[in-house]
Every structure is written in structure tokens, then in C-alpha cells.
């Protein structure tokens, strides 16, 4: 969803933000990078859905093709 991709957008901007904050802070890259993580993980989840959904809609044949 849209909403999926706009916040894995801000959550890269958070951890370029805290890569380059002074004094660096390595517990806040961490945290930057662990928000990255969920939420690339809830993008690629919703990406997923949308894929098996559109996918139920294919022939055997589409299918086997969207796998080329």
C-alpha cells in the first residue's frame, strides 16, 4: 500500500538521519535500523498479499508465465 511505502521511506530517512547525527550514536542506528527492518518487512507483506491475490486470478498457464 501506499501508506507501506511512504513509512519504509521515512524509516531510510531516520536511519540516514541518525548515520549522521554528531555526537554519533550507535544504540540510535541501531533503533533506526530495526524500524527500517519492520517496516520494509510490512511493505514486502503487503506486496506479497497484492502477488497472491493477482495470481488467483491467472490461469495455470499466466501463472507458470509470471514465474519466467
Not at 16 to 45: C, F, I, N
Not at 49 to 67: F, G, H, I, K
Request: no cysteine; net charge positive.
Amino acid at each position: 500500500s501506499r501508506q507501506a511505502r511512504r513509512a519504509a521511506l521515512d524509516a531510510r530517512r531516520n536511519v540516514q538521519a541518525a548515520v549522521m547525527a554528531e555526537p554519533y550514536d550507535a544504540d540510535r542506528v541501531r533503533l533506526a535500523l530495526a524500524s527500517m527492518r519492520a517496516t520494509d518487512q510490512a511493505a514486502l507483506g503487503v506486496f506479497h498479499d497484492n502477488l497472491a491475490e493477482a495470481l488467483s486470478e491467472m490461469t495455470p498457464a499466466q501463472r507458470q508465465a509470471a514465474l519466467r
